[in-house]
């Protein structure tokens, strides 16, 4: 089983539209966990960790659930500009050892 | 320099030739990783290193790849007899000690094998 899996998509959305996506982790004692946006044909960049008590970036929201040992990345109002493949990350043992999964793509159309 | 850096950006190669990568990562990162994606796909993990050691090397796909790291810094990750399926980006991260801190990536080296 994998450490982390995801959903591939691709997600189409209209301009404005609000698009949810989640992943999946195996090991229940993972202690950190990450969102990150990768464009094509560059280097995967942090958008945000993701905090026990779920957290907010403007229009990104972030959240954990430990019981169901998922994931969750919201993002409202969605901009073109979000076209992009959303990586979910998840630290299985705290020992610096980072799993990504394989990205959820999404398409922001006009 | 501020981020991590990768050399070359580019390589073409031919088939059954051997190439080595490079990659530099920022000052004070114990942790570095290696990653490849190939086209449209997502990232593979190859292997991990904390200071120089490297405690999983699980990923790596055959053992015509090996990777070392001197110093606690810059590692290369070297490819013998390279295959065509062996064409990938090949890509590295570091991170500082510590949990929940981020990982940062280079541009990545583009390898072509013809």
């Known amino acids: 089983r994998k450490e982390v899996e995801q959903d591939p998509g691709p997600f189409n959305v209209p301009e404005g539209a609000t698009v949810a996506f989640n992943c999946t982790y195996s090991?229940?004692?993972?202690?950190?966990f990450f969102w990150y946006r990768q464009d094509c044909r560059k280097e995967p960049k942090l958008l945000m960790s993701?905090?026990?008590s779920g957290n907010e970036d403007g229009r990104f929201t972030a959240q954990l659930n430990r019981a169901s040992q998922y994931i969750s990345l919201l993002i409202r109002d969605s901009k073109l500009s979000d076209s992009a493949t959303y990586l979910c990350?998840?630290?299985?043992?705290?020992?610096?050892?980072?799993?990504f999964g394989t990205g959820t793509r999404l398409t922001v159309i006009p | 320099g501020a981020g991590v850096s990768q050399s070359p950006s580019n390589k073409v190669t031919e088939k059954g030739k051997d190439v080595e990568l490079r990659c530099d990562p920022i000052?004070?990162?114990?942790?570095l990783y290696w990653y490849r994606q190939s086209l449209g796909q997502g990232l593979e993990f190859l292997i991990y290193?904390?200071?120089?050691?490297?405690?999983?090397k699980s990923g790596l796909p055959s053992d015509r790849f090996s990777a070392e790291r001197t110093g606690g810094s810059v590692s290369t990750l070297t490819i013998q007899r390279t295959q065509q399926e062996d064409s990938a980006v090949y890509l590295c991260?570091?991170?500082?000690?510590?949990?929940?801190?981020?990982?940062?990536f280079g541009q990545g080296t583009r390898l072509t094998v013809v």
């Open positions: 090991n229940s004692a993972s202690q950190s």
């Open positions: 991260a570091s991170s500082s000690p510590g949990m929940n801190t981020e990982a940062f």
């Open positions: 990350v998840v630290n299985p043992t705290g020992a610096n050892n980072l799993f």
């Open positions: 993701v905090y026990s």
């Open positions: 000052s004070g990162h114990t942790a």
């Open positions: 290193f904390q200071g120089n050691s490297a405690p999983d």
